[in-house]
Antibody, heavy 122, light 107 residues
């Protein structure tokens, strides 16, 4: 069965950095695009970033562009989100999510991890 | 970016009721509309893709319809486990965007 397990969340001061990881299992990780989606406390869902199955295509929400970097290591079945210059408004639960389509990117999230809480506070 | 607007924002209903949630896109998204269910403290669960296709394992009481800019999620007979928040999401263009959510509560 598909499993996505995030790690790396925590409390960080504004302006500092944090890296999230998402360990994938139960499917051929190297064949699927992957996403990060976040949810601020008590708020709705916000898509953050996408990476294609081979890492050749990446795209970011305007709110994180230039500060966050999505990457993947297909040899380790792991997705990453490097978050730099963190702001209070980045406080959220961050979910990694698998794309529905194999090869191409459907922009549809069929499996989600349990989430990692990132709190940006001094 | 395409804006997604759900209505109502909250809804009270009873077990056995038929309920519908509406989602409107700020421009045509053809049939690129998905639905998710989220319970408190849990990750979202994928319910419906491409407007009306049920994800494997999703009960048949859930259905979706619409095209263009107007879409509907219908639950034909509410069960206790259906009380949750529902989100629509467009996959027509990047950035993918979500509606603000509809909280379905027990009356």
């Amino acid at each position: 069965q598909v499993q996505l397990v995030e790690s790396g969340g925590g409390v960080v001061q504004p302006g500092r950095s944090l890296r999230l990881s998402c360990a994938a299992s139960g499917f051929t990780f190297s064949s699927y695009g992957m996403h990060w989606v976040r949810q601020a406390p008590g708020k709705g869902l916000e898509w953050v970033a996408i990476i294609s199955y081979d890492g050749s295509y990446k795209y970011y929400a305007d709110s994180v562009k230039g500060r966050f970097t999505i990457s993947r290591d297909n040899s380790k079945n792991t997705l990453y989100l490097q978050m730099n210059s963190l702001r209070a408004e980045d406080t959220a639960v961050y979910y990694c999510a698998k794309d529905l389509a194999q090869g191409a990117t459907a922009g549809t999230f069929d499996y989600w991890g349990q989430g990692a809480l990132v709190t940006v506070s001094s | 970016d395409i804006q997604m607007t759900q209505s109502p924002s909250s809804l009270s209903a009873s077990v056995g009721d038929r309920v519908s949630i509406t989602c409107r896109a700020s421009q045509s998204i053809a049939s690129y509309l998905n639905w998710y269910q989220q319970k408190p403290g849990k990750a979202p669960k994928f319910l419906i893709y491409a407007t009306s296709s049920l994800q494997s394992g999703v009960p048949s009481r859930f259905s979706g319809s619409g095209s263009g800019t107007d879409f509907t999620l219908t639950i034909s007979s509410l069960q206790p486990e259906d009380f949750a928040t529902y989100y629509c999401q467009q996959s027509y263009s990047t950035p993918q965007t979500f509606g603000q959510g509809t909280k379905l509560e027990i009356k």
